[in-house]
């Protein structure tokens, strides 16, 4: 298990955050998002979104639509299952409609998706909200697949606790 710790003081650290991770991401990876209401993980995906070329325009929450598919570079399913109440509504949808298999798979409120999930590379986000514009973002994974993305963001954490600017963040 890897965790990281990373301190979101603000939009566009957020903002930044995310597409320092995004060129990380590679076809078959799922992210799971969890956090309460307004911790920040559609923002996020946006960012995410936005660092693998996707207008951020054409990012929007999925909670009415359930699955919003973008273009980048692979396919790229943005899921939000705040609205299923229980497991069996997951169950008149394949696998398939949910987990890009040939793309980049991202979950929002994930509780419910738990059992379509094998052994694919899975991403945990764990988002918390401290104040109105700081949210705090742990990374989780049992994967090695996510070494690059994690060793990459550890060593930004590093540099920039060297050089004393405000993007800081701990590792775990
Ligand atoms: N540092 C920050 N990082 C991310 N979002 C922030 C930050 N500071 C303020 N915000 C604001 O918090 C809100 C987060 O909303 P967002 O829709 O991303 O949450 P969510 O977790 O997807 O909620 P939901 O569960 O309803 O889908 C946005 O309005 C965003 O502008
Ligand atoms: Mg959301």
Not at 28 to 45: D, N, P, Q, R, V
Not at 137 to 151: C, P, R
Request: aromatic share 10%.
């Amino acid at each position: 298990m890897r965790n990281l710790t990373l301190e979101l003081d603000s939009l566009e650290r957020t903002d930044f955050a995310a597409r320092q991770m995004a060129p990380y991401l590679f076809q078959g990876s799922i992210l799971l998002f969890w956090g309460e209401m307004g911790s920040g993980k559609t923002t996020f995906a946006k960012s995410l979104c936005a660092g693998l070329g996707v207008h951020p325009e054409k990012v929007t929450s999925p909670t009415y639509t359930l699955v919003n598919i973008y273009q980048a570079h692979c396919p790229v399913f943005h899921v939000d299952l705040y609205r299923l109440t229980a497991p069996e509504q997951l169950h008149d949808l394949d696998r398939e409609d949910l987990i890009a298999d040939q793309g980049i798979t991202m979950v929002e409120w994930p509780e419910l998706l738990q059992d379509y999930l094998t052994d694919e590379p899975a991403l945990n986000l764990r988002f918390t909200t401290v104040s109105e514009n700081q949210r705090l973002l742990v990374l989780e994974t049992e994967s090695s697949e996510f070494d690059i993305l994690f060793n990459t963001m550890e060593q930004q954490i590093s540099f920039d606790q060297l050089s004393d600017n405000s993007l800081s963040g701990n590792s775990a």
